[in-house]
């Protein structure tokens, strides 16, 4: 490595940064996240690295070799609901097919609870005469004076970007081409144009139109973020590629991104997951719940052999559904910035932030709204002095004033009991989303590890294992960036589709062969800007099938493309288990339907050598700091605390404790222990 490698994750309240450094280093950071430009955050992380390594920021920029970016751009359109005013031009007949839905609904038990506003409005959806059958078969020509008088209107409107969704276009897109085609020549300056074909190639109808439209919608922010970015960049001196973290786990160019915007919805907290599985296998883990508390939110994700749960359908993000794979996280609004509050004698903890600014009370920013992070302040968590590697002093006083104000006051309890009090609600609202998404795997918490990480997580972890009955916690030093790890860890990933509808038992092995050996020849083809060697692409192969009359269905692993009809009968009986292992049921009597071929193709990375150095004393006393009062729920007891970067590997801390690194705590209460781990994660157990 000649270069400086870089990742980079913006969360809601800081940006994370981690560089490896060409001779094998690693380095971290952090800074406040800037929301109304992202991009301004991101340079000032890399003009801290830059600082790090005693270079100019236009020096360090020209030396880095890759770049690794996970942006929240599209989450924040979705939750604030200011993505581009957006059009659609939809099959005769199926205008509102976005708003008829599914059965899915956030509130089941509240009739009059309202359907997410359309992200299309009806008057900028426009109906076109043309229509396909499922085989592909043109019943009604594409009315191609239709198409010009509604781009025409969707022009009047002030339409930025147009979906087109076009019945069973999956199968014949030409009247999808073509009406970009008419598009082009009518509004050429139009911000962006999503074809449903392109953005997810495949049935079923309602899942289909609501992914197109909201790449439609969000496509315009991300491009105009990332050239914003990229301009920055280069004015820095930068020239290594940028690339961009997808909810799929992989990364990929803007090039590829900027008409897959849909893909980058949940990505943030993705690179998260990639480190954690790293970690868990460096130190022996395979099945583990991957916590990341941040500022903002808390996201789980449940790994099993090593590798993250995925799923490929029925995905909602911000109340739309998008139908492509993405690995399963889930996310509550617990974080050190959640607001607590009493609401009608009822102490309530989040899902509100106090953000990057004002911030907590005791970031002396101007909040004056307790939160989580003054109530560890005031319970003895977090280190006074020095907070944030020393970069600033917490102000307790205004952590103590704004919950005797917020909470104490009127709940009428000591400062000591409030504060608790938010600490165990809290706790309790990450566990108990932690226990529901388990649940859904049919997966036991006892039975599995927490592997901890993000700001809040190592200063959090012990309390969602005590309501988990989990006992043990792996904490990777490098926690507080874990997600920026991730980036760098993270391969390249292409994952494309294709329609074929016709009963299996109809199914000429060798079309099956040609579709399934071109489409990965396609999706092969995506990696070439990155140059890969042959022996850096790995290709998985998938068929879609589903029984007659399903509208979902799976994704079976394909070994192997025979030409044979035993190659058929093979597919079929991996289907049936597979429905019967997923779904309890299987109709063996009964010949599936074939939907489609799949592609998954990664390339691989260079990976870090290692998360972080964990070169240190054996010697506890020679990293031993002082001490510090510290509450663990039945009183203060006086606590030693450490410099976690003076400990070495197999060094054990016993529990209560606080081990302090840079830009977080690891909290040991009594009864639990902690072991340095030789692979640089701390190993917290239950006595």
Not at 475 to 487: C, K, T
Not at 533 to 560: K, R
Request: overall charge negative.
């Amino acid at each position: 490595m000649s270069g400086y490698r870089v990742g980079i994750d913006v969360g809601g309240t800081f940006t994370d940064l981690i560089c490896v450094t060409p001779e094998g280093r690693v380095l971290l950071d952090k800074t406040a996240t800037t929301p109304e430009d992202q991009s301004v955050g991101v340079m000032n992380g890399l003009a801290l690295l830059a600082q790090r390594e005693g270079r100019e920021v236009d020096e360090f920029c020209s030396l880095i070799e890759v770049l690794v970016h996970g942006t929240t751009t599209a989450d924040n359109t979705m939750i604030e609901m200011d993505g581009a005013i957006t059009g659609m031009l939809v099959t005769e007949g199926h205008r509102d097919e976005i708003e008829m839905r599914r059965v899915h609904k956030e509130q089941i038990w509240d009739p009059s609870y309202p359907a997410p506003a359309p992200i299309a409005r009806r008057r900028a959806r426009i109906p076109i005469p043309q229509r396909m059958d499922y085989l592909g078969e043109e019943l009604l020509a594409l009315d191609e004076a239709a198409v010009r008088c509604g781009v025409q209107r969707l022009k009047q409107l002030g339409v930025e970007s147009i979906a087109v969704v076009f019945l069973f276009s999956f199968v014949d897109p030409s009247h999808e081409l073509r009406a970009r085609e008419i598009i082009l020549e009518e509004y050429p300056e139009v911000a962006h144009i999503s074809l449903s074909h392109e953005v997810m190639a495949r049935g079923p109808e309602f899942e289909r139109t609501s992914t197109t439209l909201v790449n439609a919608y969000t496509a315009p922010r991300i491009t105009m973020y990332v050239e914003q970015l990229e301009q920055k960049l280069q004015s820095a001196g930068c020239t290594a590629p940028l690339l961009l973290m997808q909810a799929t786990g992989g990364v990929m160019p803007p090039s590829y991104v900027s008409h897959r915007a849909v893909t980058l919805l949940g990505s943030g907290p993705t690179g998260g997951v990639i480190g954690a599985a790293r970690a868990a296998a460096e130190a022996g883990v395979t099945e583990f719940v991957a916590i990341d508390m941040g500022g903002t939110s808390f996201d789980i994700c449940l790994v099993r052999d090593g590798l993250p749960e995925v799923k490929a359908d029925w995905n909602w993000r911000y109340r739309y559904y998008i139908g492509l794979p993405m690995v399963d996280i889930q996310c509550i609004g617990a974080g050190g910035g959640s607001i607590a509050r009493v609401r009608q004698g009822t102490l309530l903890v989040g899902p509100e932030s106090a953000g990057a600014q004002p911030g907590p009370a005791c970031y002396g920013r101007g909040g004056t709204r307790p939160t989580v992070t003054d109530a560890d302040a005031v319970l003895g968590y977090l280190r006074p002095t020095g907070f944030a590697d020393g970069r600033m002093d917490l102000d307790l006083e205004a952590a103590r004033e704004a919950i005797r104000t917020e909470v104490a006051g009127p709940l009428g309890v000591d400062l000591i009991a409030a504060a608790w009090g938010i600490e165990r609600i809290v706790n309790a609202n990450m566990a108990a989303a932690t226990r529901k998404v388990l649940a859904g795997y049919g997966a036991d918490a006892r039975e599995l590890s927490l592997i901890a990480y993000g700001g809040n997580g190592a200063v959090h972890a012990w309390a969602i294992a005590e309501e988990l009955g989990v006992t043990r916690v792996l904490i990777p030093r490098a926690a507080p960036v874990f997600s920026a790890l991730g980036l760098l860890i993270a391969d390249y990933r292409v994952d494309l589709q294709l329609a074929h509808v016709s009963p299996i038992r109809l199914v000429d092995p060798a079309q099956l062969h040609r579709m399934l050996t071109d489409l990965s020849a396609e999706a092969v083809a995506e990696l070439n800007p990155a140059q890969l060697n042959p022996d850096q692409i790995e290709i998985q192969l998938f068929v879609q099938m589903a029984y007659p009359g399903q509208n979902f269905d799976l994704s079976v692993p394909v070994p192997s493309a025979g030409e044979t009809s035993e190659f058929l009968v093979e597919l079929i009986e991996r289907f049936h288990d597979q429905h019967l292992a997923e779904r309890g049921f299987a109709f063996r009597e009964n010949s599936p339907l074939l939907r489609g071929v799949r592609a998954l193709v990664t390339g691989s990375t260079p990976h870090p050598p290692t998360l972080a150095e964990s070169a240190g004393v054996k010697d506890l006393e020679g990293a031993r700091t002082g001490y510090r009062p510290v509450h663990f729920g039945s009183g203060f007891v006086e606590s030693p605390t450490f410099d976690g970067g003076l400990l070495g590997a197999g060094i054990r801390v016993t529990g209560p404790a606080l081990i302090e690194e840079r830009f977080t705590v690891i909290v040991i209460p009594p009864g639990w222990t902690a072991e340095l781990l030789e692979s640089s994660s701390f190993e917290l157990s239950k006595d």
